[in-house]
């Protein structure tokens, strides 16, 4: 399970996490920010911890991850979120509202996100259920 969440995640920075229509899909490491290396890292270590059984690593890079990939995308949302409210009020006056609407709507965040999630979910779940399973057998 640590091993499909840390491919998850590795995979998933490669998607399109943010499209606009006139530009290309960007992806997780493509958003130009330090965290980018950080989570890519902790999928990397995620992986090394799956194979070598370290609960605690998995825990720990799983962690790593939930923190600056849950940053990322609530900071991408906040900004998705302004600039489309800004648009709208500079546009009140525009004679074609209805296809700013239209353009407007296009601007999201996609699925990307829902990979990079599972990865992180994955990764912690592994680690937490290996660290139950290393209690019951030790206590």
């Avoid at 006139?22 to 890519?40: A, C, K, P, S």
């Avoid at 996100?113 to 779940?125: D, E």
């Amino acid at each position: 399970m640590g091993m499909l969440g840390a491919a998850l995640l590795f995979v998933g920075m490669f998607l399109p996490v943010f499209s606009m229509p006139t530009i290309d899909d960007i992806t997780y490491f493509q958003n130009g920010r330090f965290d980018r290396i950080i989570v890519l890292s902790a999928s990397v270590f995620a992986m090394y911890f799956a194979f070598a059984r370290n609960s605690k690593g998995l825990v720990a890079a799983g962690a790593m991850s939930l923190v600056f990939a849950g940053y990322s995308f609530i900071d991408m949302y906040l900004q998705v979120r302004d600039m489309k409210a800004s648009i709208r009020t500079e546009s009140v006056n525009y004679e074609f509202e209805g296809s700013i609407d239209t353009i407007l709507n296009t601007i999201e965040l996609q699925w990307g996100w829902y990979v990079i999630a599972a990865g992180v979910l994955l990764i912690l779940v592994a680690g937490f259920k290996r660290d139950a399973v290393n209690e019951k057998t030790s206590g």
